[in-house]
């Protein structure tokens, strides 16, 4: 049974926890917050016995094969560099970090300590995305050559998450990152990327709005949008709509999880909705799935002692893509070569 402790218990935290409830050979046993109360209330709803306020101290005193890291990006690093230090694996949420130079430190710090280091970029692991991901292997509509990734919400993500409002940054840093992800995941790596913003709401601080074309190195192009002010008539959150047209044939992953994929000569819809989980809720169900689904993946990778799909290293690469997305929006829409992020 590997031996896990949680830093930081917040509003998202509470559904690593759930999952971690689930997954065979792995138990969190210990907890770390500065925020007392709430490190309290958590331990109380889990059953956690073992609960610490200083990440260091709880480091020294505990006996773990790895950490979740669930605190802000600002943080990251100092905890990333802690733990690899004393040999943990360290299982991130996003954004990994705030800086190019803060993620490459923390990937060369899991290598030099030989510990295993995964970002917690969980929208892949939607099993609806997961089916798409599938289609595609099967070449049933042949090379992509063009793709839609789009999430267009006016859900109240504040009253949840009260700091999106006041960040200098937004959209892009908070849900865009997972879509570029998507992005990448579906049509391989990127070399050219251009980026508009747009702040609509007057309420908050920073991007609401924005629309990203992607040059993937394949040969495909896709359209990554993403929007918090996008009043539909019925409101699709927290879905991720997919269009795809290949050499063969189009993909179509509509709202309410409708699966539509015509391969030339027959069209075929399937329901690819998420299991509704015993500790999930609607709307929120498909991430929580995918919260499990990416844990698991965590577990078992330490299990069979390979890298995870969604490795440090690997999300250098997305989160190369937020960067070179805010340097075009905010040069007027300039396109970016990756290689100047060095991806």
């Not at 046993?29 to 609960?51: N, V, Y």
């Amino acid at each position: 049974m590997l031996k896990g402790a949680l830093i930081g218990c917040g509003f998202f935290a509470q559904n690593h926890l759930h999952a971690w409830r689930d997954i065979d050979g792995a138990q969190i046993i210990a907890l770390c917050d500065r925020d007392t109360a709430r490190l309290s209330q958590t331990a109380d709803a889990f059953t956690i016995a073992r609960t610490h306020d200083d990440a260091a101290r709880m480091l020294e005193e505990e006996d773990l094969d790895f950490v979740d890291i669930a605190t802000t990006a600002a943080t990251h690093r100092p905890l990333v560099e802690m733990a690899a230090s004393h040999g943990l694996h360290i299982i991130c949420q996003k954004p990994f970090a705030e800086t190019m130079e803060d993620a490459a430190a923390m990937v060369e710090a899991a290598d030099r300590a030989g510990v295993t280091l995964m970002v917690h970029e969980n929208f892949r692991w939607q099993s609806a995305l997961r089916t798409v991901r599938a289609v595609l292997d099967e070449g049933r509509i042949g090379a992509p050559f063009f793709g839609r990734v789009s999430f267009r919400s006016a859900y109240d993500v504040y009253a949840g998450q009260p700091y999106l409002a006041t960040g200098e940054r937004f959209i892009i840093e908070d849900l865009g990152i997972h879509i570029l992800d998507i992005a990448r995941f579906l049509f391989g790596d990127v070399a050219t990327l251009a980026a508009s913003t747009k702040r609509v709401n007057p309420k908050i601080r920073a991007e609401d709005v924005a629309t990203m074309m992607l040059v993937h190195q394949g040969g495909a192009t896709s359209i990554v949008d993403c929007s918090y002010a996008t009043r539909l008539p019925r409101e699709n959150f927290p879905e991720t709509l997919i269009e795809i047209d290949g050499s063969e044939g189009t993909l179509r992953l509509g709202a309410d999880y409708r699966l539509s994929v015509h391969d030339g000569d027959e069209t075929g819809e399937t329901d690819v909705a998420p299991p509704l989980l015993s500790w999930a809720e609607r709307p929120w169900h498909n991430i929580q799935e995918s919260v499990l689904a990416i844990q698991r993946h965590f577990v078992d990778c330490l299990s069979a002692g390979r890298q995870p799909e969604t490795s440090g290293r690997d999300n250098l690469k997305t989160l190369a893509l937020v960067h070179a997305a805010y340097a075009s929006a905010e040069s007027g829409g300039r396109t970016i070569a990756m290689s100047e992020f060095g991806t």
